[in-house]
């Protein structure tokens, strides 16, 4: 299948700084990525869906202004965690498709530790 | 999108088929069934996808009945390598074609 990466694999920040994570698809154009979380014990969490070029579009209870998605091109979108608390602290996922009906791969995921 | 139901758990044994159920009874026409699996710590992997015939590749086959409520995900010679959640998941274009991730099915394979 197609190869989602995912950077960095692991952060551990101090609280009140702002973290990036960079995922790109390496052998495809990624039309569309999602941002998931996922908490321990728990099933992934939608957070956003961005499509290249537009403003991302966050699911319910997601903050927009914390949770900062850029998708400037057809193989990376970054999401930066601004001002981090440790609640904060949790496994994000980034996955991508090609087209509207594509199947979707993931990356390896980030796991951020705020402190 | 139609929400799925499958077990939490279920163990099997190494070498034999795990068969993976999940019921869909709501689901529309236009809307595919997929499956992933999440290894510990991991981002998850895709494995398959159907619409409505039964379809194989080289990780397994599903097999979707044919009012498309429910379908079984076959691993068809188990290994430790799979113990892994298993999700199912229903998507179709009404949702903008996100994946919706429920609890899905965390598989023990026992040597």
């Known amino acids: 299948g197609a190869v989602v990466s995912q950077h960095p694999s692991r952060v551990i920040c101090k609280s009140g700084t702002s973290v990036k994570i960079e995922c790109r698809s390496l052998?495809?154009?990624?039309?569309?990525m999602f941002w998931y979380r996922q908490f321990p014990k728990q099933s992934l969490m939608l957070m956003a869906t961005s499509n290249e070029g537009s403003k991302a579009t966050y699911e319910q209870g997601v903050e927009k202004d914390k949770f900062l998605i850029n998708h400037a091109s057809l193989t990376l979108s970054t999401l930066t965690v601004t001002s981090a608390h440790p609640e904060d602290s949790s496994f994000y996922i980034c996955?991508?498709?090609?087209?509207?009906?594509?199947?979707?791969?993931f990356g390896q995921g980030t796991r951020l530790t705020v402190v | 999108d139609a929400k799925t139901t499958q077990p939490p758990s279920m163990d099997c044994a190494e070498g034999r088929a795990a068969n993976l159920p999940c019921n869909h009874s709501t689901i529309s026409g236009n809307e595919y069934v997929y499956w992933y699996r999440q290894i510990h710590s991991q981002g998850p992997q895709y494995i398959i996808h159907?619409?409505?015939n039964n379809e194989t590749n080289e990780m397994a086959s599903l097999i979707i009945t044919e009012d498309r409520k429910s379908s079984t995900l076959i691993l068809p010679h188990a290994t430790l390598r799979d113990t892994a959640v298993y999700y199912c998941i229903v998507r179709g274009k009404a949702a903008g074609n996100k994946l919706t991730f429920g609890g899905g099915t965390r598989v023990l394979v026992k040597p």
């Open positions: 052998d495809f154009q990624a039309t569309t």
């Open positions: 996955s991508a498709r090609e087209g509207e009906i594509s199947e979707a791969f």
């Open positions: 159907g619409l409505k």
